[in-house]
């Protein structure tokens, strides 16, 4: 039996990559793509991401199989027992540095060989580099270059006339925000989508304890520094060790959502000390950053708090929802506009000199130099 590799980083795979494939999976028995863990490029896809994408394009031949390396094609193909190493040429000027590494890898192992494919004139001018060029600027369609997805797509989602996708890509952070942001204004905007007859509710919980700051790019705090970690003491020990990873944490909250609106948001308090500090020693804060940041809490909880938790209801929202309206500014008594005016209270206006001095307030002016 003949089984040889094809090398390569497949990032991402091109039409020209599936040339190759399907050519040489009916020259030999058996066809063991490797896909190559290069830890000094930073690819576009992940190396699991590169890996799925080739099983798929690859699933109807049978005598192909999907694989990662790391380290020499030769070692590569001697780990799989292969006796031939599979490479494409697209131009003269590719074979130049072939034939050196052909004959490097024949001097390396005299068992294989290395068989050339050259591509098919209509994918002779592409590439990988060339394709992530090509679709780094906006409303690229880079379908001409790699294998069409749409109908994978369409039964992955199980998709019919007139549905909509929207992707939302960046950060992960950023990314979910957006996508937050997007179902909710889409599914108010999309008529019948969201039965306003009905109240559904949810209780949100699992809140990460830390995240990485967007300008620091540090740990910190995700939401509330003085919840109580999920596991206390013990999963804040395990992360400052290293044996857990700090983003993995949890904290004791939790957050009533109504029809996509927050409600009410609690939380199981951080009510001992030694955990306190060591909460904000993850985030690079010592016992003396507490206690003068914090003096009255800390000292509260030094002379001995019970266990304790809260929850703050947000009773205009709840006003807003019973009412069917879609903004809290329809049933507060006095809103305030965007300049944080109270139009019908004519608020903030001008003080008095009797009500300043009644409160004993001075108002100086600082002399223009």
């Known amino acids: 039996m003949t089984r040889a590799v094809y090398p390569g980083s497949f990032d991402p795979v091109t039409l020209g990559h599936m040339d190759i494939i399907r050519r040489a999976s009916r020259v030999v028995d058996e066809l063991v793509i490797g896909v190559l863990i290069n830890r000094d490029k930073n690819p576009l896809f992940t190396v ?53 590494m052909a004959q490097t890898n024949r001097i390396l192992d005299p068992t294989i060989d290395t068989m050339f494919f050259t591509t098919s004139l209509r994918y002779a001018y592409l590439s990988s580099t060339i394709v992530k060029e090509v679709a780094h600027y906006d409303n690229t369609d880079i379908s001409k270059f790699v294998n069409p997805i749409k109908e994978k797509v369409v039964e992955a989602l199980s998709l019919k006339a007139n549905d909509f996708v929207a992707l939302s890509a960046g950060a992960l952070g950023a990314a979910q925000k957006t996508a937050g942001v997007l ?130 209801p947000g009773v205009d929202r709840m006003v807003m929802l019973l009412a069917g309206e879609d903004s809290i500014r329809e049933i507060i008594p006095f809103p305030m506009n965007k300049n944080a005016q109270d139009i019908m209270m004519g608020a903030p206006s001008e003080v008095t000199q009797k009500q300043l001095d009644e409160l004993h307030i001075a108002v100086t002016a600082h002399e223009e130099e």
């Not at 690859?58 to 780990?79: I, M, P, Q, Y």
């Not at 940041?293 to 001995?304: S, T, V």
């Open 48 to 100: 699991e991401e590169r890996v799925e994408m080739l099983q798929e394009s690859v699933k109807e031949l049978k005598n192909v199989s999907v694989k990662t390396f790391d380290g020499r094609t030769v070692d590569f193909a001697r780990a799989n027992q292969a006796q031939i190493i599979i490479r494409g040429l697209r131009a003269v000027t590719d074979f130049a540095h072939e034939m050196q």
């Open 183 to 312: 179902v909710k204004t889409l599914g108010a905007a999309v008529p019948g989508h969201m039965d306003k007859e009905q109240y559904a509710f949810c209780w949100i919980v699992d809140f990460p304890m830390y995240e990485i700051g967007d300008e620091s790019g540090e740990l910190e705090f995700c939401h509330n520094p003085f919840s109580m970690p999920s596991g206390g003491l013990d999963v804040l020990l395990k992360a400052e060790k290293g044996e857990i990873d700090p983003l993995s944490i949890t904290a004791d909250q939790y957050d009533l959502v109504c029809n996509g609106v927050e409600l009410s948001s609690g939380a199981v308090r951080n009510h001992d000390p030694e955990i306190m500090i060591k909460a904000f020693e993850l985030v690079r804060l010592g016992e003396d950053d507490v206690k003068a940041k914090f003096p009255a809490m800390y000292n509260a909880f030094c002379y001995g708090a019970p266990p304790h938790a809260g929850i703050a």
